[in-house]
């Protein structure tokens, strides 16, 4: 194996511990419970998970999803998001370390720092769309990681991150964007229509991707994602009179996590237009 490859199958492993971190997240999080001690314990029988049986992924397959001590079944969302938590961070191993001549420190920095970035997304989006809240500690305390982080990578070279001035911009932008759609739905329909933690997210997203043309492609990708989904329920449902409230911060997290693996053809293209625009 390449040492390449032996770096991709690195970034797939940390992605199922850091999956596996979100899982304590998910659950204790919305409680105000630390994600750090006491141990996890089986939710049917209160006993403590070994070690050996934590490990991500692995443990659920040879437990045959079933608690050792009361035989109980383990829910299939566990290993799901750790599944999907080491899919994306070796995605973004990919994205940011595109070959094995970009393997140099300033390059596995700049993959430390967006893994960052998506897990707190990931975090973000599964405790939004399971108990409708935003953690401060995936959005607001991340917006200072962002800004520290894009100055630290501009000493280090060029294009690993937006420079320092973009993700300040960023970050203002993103949550002055929230709150003005905020203002204007509270003008026409006297009530809350992004939620304080979708504003903070989105200020995040900015501190990390930079102002333009990111966060418009973040909007249009997380709006379009969301509209669908929204649609497919409201269809799947066949409720006439349906008043559900979608939690927006998933979406605005999947348009982050879309944009960085897949927007760059697209913002290239974009930045290149208005680059035309202006007078020479
Ligand atoms: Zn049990």
Redesign the pocket.
């Known amino acids: 194996m390449t040492l390449y490859g032996v770096f991709q199958v690195f970034a797939f492993v940390l992605g199922l511990c850091l999956g596996s971190f979100l899982n304590v997240c998910i659950a204790r999080m919305p409680e105000d419970r630390s994600v750090i001690s006491p141990r996890s314990r089986?939710p049917?029988?209160g006993?403590p998970i070994r070690a050996i049986d934590n490990i991500p992924l692995l443990s659920w397959l040879l437990l045959g999803a079933r608690?050792r001590?009361?035989h109980?079944p383990i829910s299939v969302a566990y290993p799901l998001v750790e599944a999907s938590t080491g899919l994306l961070v070796l995605l973004v191993f990919r994205e940011v370390v595109p070959g094995p001549s970009a393997l140099d420190g300033p390059h596995l920095l700049a993959f430390a720092w967006y893994t960052l970035f998506v897990t707190a997304l990931a975090g973000a989006a599964l405790v939004d769309a399971r108990h409708h809240i935003v953690p401060d500690e995936f959005s607001l305390w991340m917006i200072p990681v962002g800004v520290a982080g894009a100055l630290g990578l501009g000493f280090l070279g060029p294009d690993l991150a937006p420079t320092w001035k973009q993700s300040l911009v960023g970050a203002f932008a993103g949550g002055a964007f929230l709150m003005a759609v905020n203002a204007a739905y509270w003008l026409v329909r006297r009530e809350v229509g992004v939620w304080p933690g979708d504003v903070k997210l989105l200020a995040m997203i900015g501190a990390f991707l930079g102002a333009f043309p990111a966060l418009i492609l973040v909007l249009i990708l997380g709006s379009s994602i969301g509209a669908i989904v929204g649609i497919g329920l409201v269809l799947a449902t066949r409720h006439g009179g349906l008043k559900m409230a979608l939690p927006f911060g998933p979406f605005l997290a999947l348009g982050g996590i879309a944009t960085l693996l897949f927007g760059e053809p697209v913002l290239r293209r974009w930045t290149e237009a208005f680059l035309l625009l202006l007078p020479t």
């Open positions: 089986c049917h029988c006993h608690c001590d009361c109980q």
